[in-house]
């Protein structure tokens, strides 16, 4: 029997600036791109460059104006403090956060500079380009609006066959539609991204997008709308060796997240892969299907969700999306080990 699950939790608030602390990731670093860079590419990167590495600014810690009733977390589980790489170069002061600094060779991994930091088009499991995009999700449609929603995620490193490929589990909160270029969405959970972060670790994540990912948003805080307040975690940071990833058949480690939002038509939680073909042996979660069950199988659990009234309350009207079964699958259900 796998050990008990450690657990953190992780309030993520949407807002409209960002003041922050810089500091290095201890990281290495990759290798800059090769591609031939002209005199006016140079110029936008480094113009980028200075906008997101600010100079450090001490600012007034926000928390959150309220808290939905029956908030908490699971009373099975123990809070660790979740540890990630930078720790081991000490904490920040009080009324500072931390950020990983972006380097010119970020940038240039991108597709373009204007692409820097942005998801590919059509990244909502329920409209996504299936051809690129796998997963195994669920999805609630009960009520006429959402205000928030938490839930607990194991943590893993899957495995790549290409470094253009990613793989995260994730929760999202939207509203809109692509139709309407209005779709508007708060993505939050782990992954592992290489070709955005250049190595292969898992990491926390946050994203917002308000036109269906055409051109506003960005990852963690790479632009302004998401305020962070906790000055021990780097949003885009790695998971240290002292809060390790879940073991197949061993440990399992957690994380619990709880988001709010001003009013969503839908919320989904899950696991994406996304690849260069349709075709790909990069995994999802532990790389096991849910039948293998508890300590083997990637999960989320004790799902909740934000109704009108500011209440926590388990999701209605609960749906499943399995493009490709056979590769990537998910199902739902309760248990004393899972949770709901």
Not at 134 to 151: E, I, M, N, R, S
Not at 160 to 172: G, N, R, V, Y
Not at 215 to 244: A, D, E, H, K, R
Request: hydrophobic share 35%; aromatic share 10%; proline share 5%.
């Amino acid at each position: 029997m796998a050990s008990p699950a450690g657990a953190c939790l992780v309030a993520v608030v949407l807002a409209l600036t960002v003041l922050f602390l810089e500091l290095e990731e201890g990281s290495a670093a990759a290798g800059t791109s090769g591609r031939i860079r002209s005199v006016q590419e140079r110029r936008q990167v480094q113009s980028l460059l200075r906008k997101l590495n600010k100079p450090p600014l001490a600012t007034i810690q926000m928390q959150p104006s309220y808290h939905p009733r029956g908030h908490h977390q699971d009373s099975n589980n123990v809070p660790r403090p979740l540890t990630q790489t930078w720790h081991q170069n000490g904490h920040c002061p009080e009324n500072t956060i931390p950020i990983r600094r972006t380097r010119e060779e970020d940038i240039l991994r991108a597709s373009s500079i204007e692409r820097f930091g942005k998801k590919r088009p059509r990244s909502m499991p329920l409209q996504a380009d299936l051809a690129i995009h796998q997963y195994g999700v669920a999805f609630a449609l009960g009520d006429d609006k959402y205000y928030g929603t938490q839930g607990t995620f194991n943590l893993w490193q899957p495995k790549f066959e290409k470094d253009e490929d990613f793989s995260l589990t994730q929760f999202w909160i939207a509203g809109g539609s692509y139709e309407n270029n209005d779709l508007n969405t708060i993505e939050v959970g782990w992954q592992v991204y290489p070709e955005f972060y250049a190595d292969n670790n898992t990491r926390l994540f946050i994203f917002w997008t308000r036109d269906a990912y055409e051109t506003t948003g960005c990852y963690n805080l790479l632009c302004s709308g998401f305020v962070q307040t906790n000055n021990q975690i780097v949003i885009g940071g790695s998971i240290s060796q002292l809060s390790p990833v879940s073991i197949y058949d061993g440990p399992q480690y957690d994380l619990s997240i709880f988001s709010l939002e001003d009013s969503a038509t839908i919320v989904e939680w899950g696991g994406e892969v996304a690849a260069s073909t349709a075709q790909t042996t990069t995994q999802m979660g532990s790389g096991h299907f849910p039948t293998e069950g508890f300590s083997k199988a990637s999960y989320i659990k004790d799902i909740q969700v934000v109704d009108s009234t500011n209440h926590l309350k388990v999701p209605r009207g609960v749906g499943l999306i399995a493009g490709q079964p056979n590769c990537y699958n998910v199902q739902n259900g309760s248990s004393s080990d899972w949770g709901t």
